[in-house]
Structures are given as structure tokens and as C-alpha cells.
């Protein structure tokens, strides 16, 4: 949380691409992932200090690959991205939250298709954003996102939920990442209908050699799935960054 002495986030933002953005950022899109075990130690060796990954079982954590098909985007002009994320907590004992206010995402690897988009995380938030080539498609019961480096594919992952009712999620959530120097926290207010389903059934993730790739490896991903969703219609609203207080 920012502390009284700091000058509040500019509601308005010029990026170094011309585009000018107003904040919060509302936005519309589908998106659909996955949620994968992961090694303990590479995820706590991947995280700032003020974080500590969220324990899924002794030496497991969890890591969410995402993708998302942005229909409207504040001025922008859509795009897609490829968000890889770590649940975190700020306030735990060995993986284990003790309050549920520093609960979230830290956001380790974020390409994104256009150069916008890419300056939009990059200076506002501080989100690891770099351009790639997405493919992204889908129906309202399953989503299937390919990641290329250059002309090569690198993360395939498909996520089959089902046909079945959608539930309406309405929920605040938090983003961590490193703006500079500094940890901050993105408030994201999403409201979307979402199906979801705890089986690994349908699922599917290919890993090549490339760089995106890799950040999966390095991570530890392993191929057990604790959950997989679609969403066909979410809205968000993307708020300034609010600085970490340091412990």
C-alpha cells in the first residue's frame, strides 16, 4: 500500500509510443489457462524476497499460465498476451498466508503482440512485457493459445472446462511486479462469467526449446493441472500501481 509521504499515481499517462492512457485502464476480453504444480525451490528462487510462492503440498507451488484475447483496451487497439504467474502471499509462514490482504499474482513473464501494448505494462505498471506472435482461439467451453518465438512455436496450451453453466466471478485481484527498484501492486477489478473446472481432462501443454519455454522450465512446471477455466466475456478495471512497503 502506498504510505502518506508518496505522490499518488498520475491518473494520466503518455506512453513512449504516443498513445495516451487513462487509469484505472477498462478493459474487455476472453481469456481461458491453467493452473500446473511446481517446484518449491525454483518459484521461491524466482520471487522477490517480500513474497513467498503459495504451498500447494510439501515441496510444491503453483504457477498459471494464461491467455487472453483483449477486445477493448482503454485507447489501445487490441491485442493478445500470454500471462505466466506465480500465486503469492506477502504475509505467511512457510507458504502458508496469514492474512489474506497480500494475497496475489506476481507476474513473471508477460509477452504480449503489439509494441502499445508491450509500452502500456512496461511504463505504467512495470509488468515484464515483450512482444511475440500469439494465437489464440476457441469457443465458449474450451480456449487454445500458441506462443511463438519468431516463426517457431513455443508454448501450446489448450484448456476444455466443458459446456457447462458459468459462474459469475466478481473479485478484486492483485498483480506484484518490479516497476524499477520498487515491488508494486496492480489492483485488477474483474467481473466475468467464468467455467471452470478442477480436472486435468482436456488439458494440454508443449514446451519447445525457445525462451518462453524456458521460463516454464525454470519455474519447475510440472504436468499435474489443479484447475482450468475459460472465460468468453470478462470486463476489468486495471488500477495505478500502489508501492510494497518493504519488511
Known amino acids: 500500500m502506498a504510505t502518506g509521504s508518496e505522490s499518488p499515481e498520475p491518473r494520466h499517462r503518455r506512453l513512449s509510443t504516443g498513445h495516451d492512457v487513462a487509469l484505472p485502464l477498462s478493459c474487455r476480453a476472453r481469456l481461458g489457462g491453467a493452473v500446473f504444480a511446481a517446484d518449491w525451490a525454483p518459484l521461491r528462487a524466482a520471487l522477490p524476497p517480500d513474497l513467498t510462492p503459495l504451498r500447494t503440498g510439501v515441496r510444491r507451488g503453483a504457477v498459471a499460465v494464461v491467455g487472453v484475447d483483449y477486445h477493448e483496451v482503454g485507447t489501445l487497439e487490441p491485442y493478445r498476451e500470454v500471462a505466466v504467474v506465480v500465486p503469492v502471499a506477502r504475509?505467511?509462514?512457510?507458504?502458508?498466508?496469514?492474512?489474506?490482504?497480500?494475497?496475489?499474482?506476481?507476474?513473471?513473464?508477460?509477452?504480449?503482440?503489439?509494441?502499445?501494448?508491450?509500452?502500456?505494462?512496461?511504463?505504467?505498471?512495470?509488468?515484464?512485457?515483450?512482444?511475440?506472435?500469439?494465437?489464440?482461439?476457441?469457443?465458449?467451453?474450451?480456449?487454445?493459445?500458441t506462443l511463438f518465438e519468431g516463426d517457431r512455436r513455443d508454448v501450446e496450451l489448450s484448456v476444455a472446462p466443458g459446456d457447462g453453466p458459468a459462474?459469475?466471478?466478481?473479485?478484486?485481484?492483485?498483480?506484484?511486479?518490479?516497476?524499477?527498484?520498487?515491488?508494486?501492486?496492480?489492483?485488477?477489478?474483474?467481473?466475468?462469467?467464468?467455467?471452470?473446472?478442477?480436472?486435468?481432462?482436456?488439458?494440454?501443454?508443449?514446451?519447445?526449446?525457445?525462451?518462453?519455454?524456458?521460463?516454464?522450465?525454470?519455474?519447475?512446471?510440472?504436468?499435474?493441472?489443479?484447475?482450468?477455466?475459460?472465460?468468453?466475456?470478462?470486463?476489468?478495471?486495471?488500477?495505478?500501481?500502489?508501492?510494497?512497503?518493504?519488511?
Open 91 to 145: 504475509d505467511g509462514v512457510a507458504g502458508v498466508p496469514t492474512s489474506l490482504t497480500g494475497v496475489g499474482g506476481y507476474v513473471v513473464d508477460l509477452p504480449v503482440t503489439t509494441e502499445p501494448a508491450r509500452a502500456l505494462g512496461d511504463e505504467v505498471w512495470g509488468f515484464p512485457k515483450s512482444v511475440a506472435g500469439i494465437d489464440l482461439d476457441g469457443t465458449p467451453g474450451e480456449l487454445s493459445v
Open 167 to 247: 459462474r459469475r466471478v466478481r473479485q478484486r485481484l492483485t498483480a506484484f511486479a518490479y516497476r524499477g527498484d520498487d515491488l508494486v501492486g496492480v489492483p485488477v477489478d474483474l467481473d466475468a462469467e467464468v467455467r471452470l473446472s478442477r480436472t486435468a481432462e482436456g488439458v494440454r501443454l508443449a514446451r519447445g526449446r525457445g525462451r518462453y519455454a524456458a521460463v516454464l522450465r525454470d519455474l519447475g512446471v510440472r504436468p499435474r493441472v489443479y484447475a482450468q477455466f475459460v472465460a468468453s466475456h470478462a470486463t476489468a478495471e486495471i488500477h495505478p500501481p500502489e508501492p510494497v512497503e518493504r519488511r
